[in-house]
């Protein structure tokens, strides 16, 4: 049974004549009554009983017709589909973001990206480097936003831009006063890290190490909004990201996709759009 039998099947048990289905499928009527018997053959029940010049559904052709009718109905759905993942304008796309990257420096890109292209169906996902990682591998990811080196052979990266990264303080801190900080000023503070998982925490350690900037670590967490409100009451200080600074530290951002996978003509476009984006 294949698909061309369906459409054959439909065609004769909508207009009850092997004569008039072949004339509406514009196919000759011999090979049309072919398909049939082929069909019949391969299903090893009759699905017409044939009366004269016409023809009626059989009790086994009246099972197979609703289910004729959905398979089709689900193939062209499919070409469909197929056929607007080509175009560069729709589509669906799904975008990775760490949890450091998405509030701050994509919520509004994204936005921009959605109102010029409405007919794109973006989904957002929000998570740890390592598991957007293993979501481009397995297909569930098709760009990631995360901070960079990522050192797999099978991702392929790009920068985008680099990111300050700023020392919070509560505000009656005796550092405080607005004068810029240098690293070893917080030499044996108490600070506010994010778990372990989270790339800004490997940067934050990376920077105070070739600072040589020792310090002690009281809290961790999964969400940098606990970690300011902490700060603001005094429990500690905290190395966040910031969009500007005059010398602070960086840390690169930039998106991922994996290696070898087919790229769609929409998900071209979206990289495009990253790269024009004024960061």
């Known amino acids: 049974m294949d698909l061309q039998q369906l459409r054959y099947f439909l065609a004769v048990a909508r ?15 011999p090979s049309l009554s072919q398909q049939i ?18 023809v009626k559904l059989t009790r086994f052709g009246e099972a197979l017709l609703p289910r004729a009718e959905e398979i089709l109905r689900q193939v062209r759905e499919s070409e469909k589909l197929l056929g607007s993942m080509q175009e560069a304008d729709s589509g669906r796309l799904t975008v990775g973001a760490i949890p450091t990257v998405l509030p701050y420096s994509m919520a509004h890109p994204m936005a921009e990206f959605r109102r010029q292209y409405p007919r794109v169906e973006l989904e957002v996902r929000e998570a740890t480097t390592e598991k957007l ?31 300050p990264l700023l020392v919070a303080i509560p505000r009656d801190h005796p550092l405080g006063g607005g004068k810029a900080l240098a690293l070893p000023q917080l030499l044996g503070e108490k600070m506010l890290l994010l778990r372990e998982g989270h790339c800004l925490r490997d940067d934050v350690l990376t920077v105070c190490s070739r600072a040589k900037v020792q310090f002690r ?25 910031g969009m500007a600074a005059s010398e602070a530290p960086v840390r690169r951002i930039g998106y991922a996709q994996a290696r070898g996978h087919h790229v769609l003509p ?9 790269r024009r984006w004024q960061w």
Do not use: Y
């Open 266 to 274: 929409i998900q071209k476009r979206f990289i495009e759009f990253l």
């Open 15 to 29: 207009t009850g004549s092997f004569v008039r289905a072949a004339e509406e499928e514009n196919v000759a009527q």
């Open 133 to 163: 990682i293993e979501g481009l591998r397995g297909g569930q990811v098709d760009v990631a936003l995360v901070a960079l080196p990522i050192k797999q052979p099978e991702i392929v990266c790009s920068e985008l831009f680099r990111e």
């Open 37 to 54: 018997k082929r069909l019949e053959s391969n299903l090893k029940v009759p699905v017409f009983d044939r009366l004269g010049r016409g």
């Open 217 to 241: 670590q009281i809290f961790e967490s999964d969400h940098l909004a606990s970690i300011f409100a902490l700060v603001a009451n005094g429990f500690g200080v905290s190395i966040v990201p």
